[in-house]
């Protein structure tokens, strides 16, 4: 390790802590760290995954968001999707017209706002997103360690807290 780097490993916390303190902002900094260094591959590895399948069921990993994202939230406008993802309108308004391309969603005239359509999810895209997340839940099954319940709902707490830290980052920039 770095000379004069304090470098936290797994399970290395404080042991004079209890379990269930709140880490001090120092300590919270270091095993956040880590985190950060397993998300990273864990994300690029599962957004291959989900590209192997494109193969078969013909959405990217970008169209594959958009149609979850109208799966559970409903009809929204290109920039109310690009902030839920933290992607760029750009990049959005290019997966959402791939997606008209193959039928899976329609625009719509939307009444709060002229120059911004409403995206709507097709009965052939809701077929496709389900297709989509059913082999992805598939894959999910096969996670491993023996997790619990309460282990889950922790990572999706600590995940969640981790994210609004950067709710202020503009992803068009």
């Keep these: 390790m770095f000379s004069g780097v304090h470098h936290v490993g797994v399970n290395d916390t404080d042991p004079s802590l209890p379990a269930d303190a709140p880490l001090p902002p120092?300590?919270?900094g270091h095993r956040l760290t880590e985190v950060f260094?397993?998300?990273g591959p864990l994300y690029r590895r599962a957004l291959?995954?989900?590209e192997q399948g494109e193969a078969v069921e013909g959405a990217s990993v970008g169209v594959r968001g958009v149609l979850d994202l109208l799966r559970r939230k409903g009809d929204m406008t290109v920039p109310q999707l690009s902030r839920s993802q933290a992607l760029s309108r750009q990049f959005v308004q290019r997966m959402v017209n791939d997606a008209v391309a193959h039928g899976w969603v329609e625009t719509l005239p939307n009444p709060a706002h002229?120059?911004?359509s409403?995206?709507?999810i097709t009965e052939e895209g809701?077929?496709?997103?389900a297709t989509v997340?059913?082999?992805e839940h598939t894959l999910n099954r096969e996670v491993g360690g023996?997790?619990?319940d309460a282990e889950v709902r922790g990572c999706v707490r600590v995940l969640t807290e981790m994210l609004r830290t950067f709710d202020h980052v503009d992803v068009d920039d």
Excluded: A
């Design 48 to 50: 291959r995954k989900v």
């Design 126 to 129: 809701r077929t496709l997103i």
């Design 26 to 28: 120092d300590e919270l």
């Design 118 to 120: 409403l995206i709507r």
């Design 146 to 148: 023996d997790l619990t």
């Design 37 to 39: 260094d397993l998300v």
């Design 133 to 135: 997340l059913n082999r």
């Design 114 to 116: 002229q120059r911004s």
